[in-house]
């Protein structure tokens, strides 16, 4: 079955600090991989994906996430936190033969000054 | 350029009662999807699209009904609304394949 796991509800940080939000998935075959992110009171914005090609993907606001296929593991990851990268990041996966798209629980992302 | 469009943005419901969650894209995109969002629970699939004309059933569809009558359009109806069914309810698009999932801004519903 299809299946997202985002083990921590919350991840505290320093500004400054790096960060990183776990996500490990199951899937049939090869997994399309993305990460999303959720401001207060509006929809989701999109991130990043992994389809093919370089485990390690660069997406927006300077936030990248490595695709780990031994461990099924995409964790998403920046080298130095905003206050304003405070904010509810959901990861999802489809398959590759499949449109079901499922997310995961999501994590709150809290960055202290 | 509008994107996902969902509409109503807020309803109220008494137990019992029916309404329809209008979803509509501009984008051309094939598939389609409705989720609903709770608290500690994430993103739960409810049903999805792939093609106009054809309808799937994602991790929560019991109590949901859906249409996807042509490509734009992607409605979710509840035919007897619950308290279980308070929600945030988002609706998505995505083009073919690789492609990522655009967002509208949500239907908040509260059933009493």
């Known amino acids: 079955a299809q299946s997202v796991a985002q083990p921590e509800d919350q991840v505290n940080v320093a500004e400054g600090n790096p960060l990183t939000v776990k996500c490990t998935y199951s899937v049939s075959g090869n997994p399309y991989l993305f990460w999303y992110v959720q401001y207060p009171n509006r929809g989701l914005q999109f991130l990043l994906k992994?389809?093919?090609?370089?485990?390690l993907v660069k997406g927006s606001y300077g936030f990248e996430a490595e695709f780990n296929k031994s461990q099924t593991s995409f964790h998403l990851k920046k080298p130095s936190a905003l206050v304003s990268d405070s904010a509810l990041y959901f990861c999802?996966?489809?398959?590759?033969?499949?449109?079901?798209?499922?997310f995961g629980t999501g994590t709150r992302l809290q960055v202290f000054p | 350029n509008a994107g996902v469009t969902q509409t109503p943005k807020f309803q109220v419901l008494k137990t019992g009662q029916s309404m329809t969650l209008q979803c509509a894209q501009d984008m051309n995109h094939n598939s389609m999807y409705w989720y609903r969002q709770d608290p500690g629970m994430g993103l739960r699939l409810i049903y999805y699209?792939?093609?106009?004309?054809?309808?799937d059933k994602g991790e929560v569809p019991n109590g949901y009904n859906v249409s996807r009558l042509n490509k734009r359009e992607f409605s979710l109806r509840l035919e007897s609304a619950a308290p279980s069914q308070t929600s945030v309810y988002f609706c998505a698009s995505r083009p073919g394949t690789g492609g990522l999932a655009f967002f509208g801004q949500g239907t908040r519903l509260t059933v009493v």
């Open positions: 699209s792939a093609s106009e004309g054809t309808t």
């Open positions: 992994y389809i093919t090609g370089d485990n």
């Open positions: 999802a996966v489809r398959g590759y033969n499949t449109d079901k798209l499922i």
